[in-house]
């Protein structure tokens, strides 16, 4: 298994583009099951999980052709053949059952995997399931898949989820689009991929309003025609780039990255004394003199500070003047990098969904091991100003996220290699 090698010390300067948003791409691509006529996205992320749901889309019949390198997904749905989202595609990556409402509603019925439990907890479908049946979905649990049908066709419904759900808000969007009548979904997600579904699927002919509030009215059309969608820029590679200078010092311009995108996550960065500024081109992020200041954290849904980012956060906090605490409320297991960190000598006591970062002067190189995607990058960051050498090991998790990270971050000045096995 290959490692990366992070040799710490230094400070960034330069500029790193920002890719499309991978959250953003998977929910694009399962859209295409919508319709008969061709989706395509541009400015598409080169990731292992863009990989997994093309894969999962042919196992379905529909192609999905990477152009241009990989930024171009030209995809159709014209010859589905199958309905059956199988387990060994969908527990690679929870995002398959986004596939659910699209292929009930094209096809009338469908078999999903459930996806079971990962590393930062149990993740249910419970709402997801809900709202298609409150739509007139009959849905079944056998043998570890769900068995939907909709015999009489998806009716639109008013249903309101107990918790902003991101999957869950995406799947009913998508059913919706063609079902019969108006469908309204309230306490919907507001994340900017919602958005940036809601318009794609506006540009394919579906009638949709409300997206980016928590009421979203989805009015039933009877198809959706091919078009080209460009991917909204990921706002966690934007925040996690953005925290490269924040740790180790420097200035660097974020190409492609917009503060409403990271309006929380800004706030955060202000109050902990890092200089954030708008350019022509993105945001330049500078730490000029001096260690940062502790802050405290609680993850929220969108535009509260993404859960996507705490790990990344944790790791600049671990070297701050004073004492922060990080509140997780969106997934119940989600500190594992943190006695990782602890590996490189930084003092943080996890206590149920809380977790206390006393900040030290300095962190120390380590063997450490990444256990999930986010936490991955944060242990890179944080190797980035520790003294001496960080290897991180399993980083199979980061090509699930992070186009050529080495790249990036080498091209601004950070000393980083990849060791193949
Ligand atoms: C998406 C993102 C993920 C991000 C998360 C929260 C993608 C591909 N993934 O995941 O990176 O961390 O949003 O911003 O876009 N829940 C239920 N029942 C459900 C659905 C969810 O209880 O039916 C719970 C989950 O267990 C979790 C919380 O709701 O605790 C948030 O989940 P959700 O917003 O659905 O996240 P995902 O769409 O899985």
């Known amino acids: 298994m290959d490692s990366i090698v992070v040799t710490g010390g230094g400070e960034l300067q330069g500029e790193i583009p920002i890719a499309g948003a991978k959250n953003a791409c998977l929910t694009l691509m399962p859209a295409t099951l919508l319709s008969e006529e061709p989706l395509t996205l541009t400015n598409a992320p080169r990731l ?65 995997s459930l996806p079971g439990g990962c590393a930062i907890g149990a993740r249910p479908m419970d709402l997801h399931i809900h709202g298609l049946e409150a ?13 939907a049908k909709a ?23 998508m059913a919706a689009t063609l079902a019969k009548g108006t469908t309204v979904l309230k306490n919907a997600a507001r994340e900017p991929e919602i958005v940036d579904l809601a318009t794609c699927l506006r540009a394919m002919g579906a009638q949709i309003d409300g997206d980016g509030t ?9 198809r959706l025609h091919g078009a080209t969608h460009p991917v909204v820029t990921d706002r966690i590679e934007l925040g996690t780039y953005m925290l490269a200078p924040a740790i180790a ?48 954290v609680t993850t929220e849904p969108f535009p509260g500070f993404p859960t996507d ?20 409320k969106i997934f119940e297991n989600r500190f594992m990098h943190a006695p990782e960190l602890v590996r490189m000598g930084a003092d943080i006591e996890v206590h149920g969904g809380h977790a206390t970062v006393r900040g030290v002067d300095k962190l120390k190189g380590a063997p450490v091991m990444a ?19 960080t290897v991180v090991n399993r980083v199979y998790h980061l090509d699930r996220g992070y186009e050529k990270v080495v790249r990036k971050l080498s091209s601004v000045g950070a000393r980083i290699e990849r060791i193949k096995e």
Not at 214 to 219: F, K, L
């Open 48 to 112: 292992s999980d863009i990989k997994t749901m093309t894969e999962l889309l042919a196992s379905l019949g529909a192609e999905a052709k990477s152009l241009q390198n990989g930024q171009v997904l030209a995809m159709s749905s014209h010859d589905l053949t199958s309905a059956h989202a199988d387990y060994d595609i969908v527990r690679k990556m929870r995002a398959s059952n986004l596939v659910l409402g699209p292929l009930l509603a094209r096809f009338g019925h469908a078999e999903v």
């Open 135 to 147: 739509m007139g979905a009959e849905i079944e649990l056998r043998d570890g898949y769900l068995h």
């Open 151 to 173: 015999p009489k066709g998806l009716k639109g419904a008013v249903y309101e989820m107990n918790f902003a759900s991101v999957g869950a808000t995406e799947n009913i969007m």
């Open 214 to 222: 928590s009421e979203i009215t989805i009015q039933g059309v009877d």
């Open 249 to 296: 010092g420097g200035e660097v311009e974020c190409i492609g990255g917009r503060i409403e995108l990271v309006g929380a996550f800004c706030e955060k960065l202000d109050a902990a004394g890092i200089h954030v500024e708008e350019t022509k081109r993105g945001l330049k992020v500078a730490r000029r003199n001096g260690r940062v200041s502790a802050v405290d």
């Open 309 to 328: 980012l705490q790990a990344q956060m944790m790791a600049m906090l671990c070297t701050a003047d004073g004492t922060s605490v990080l509140e997780e």
């Open 371 to 389: 256990t999930d995607l986010r936490a991955s990058v944060s242990l890179i960051l944080a190797g980035l100003a520790a003294e001496g050498e």
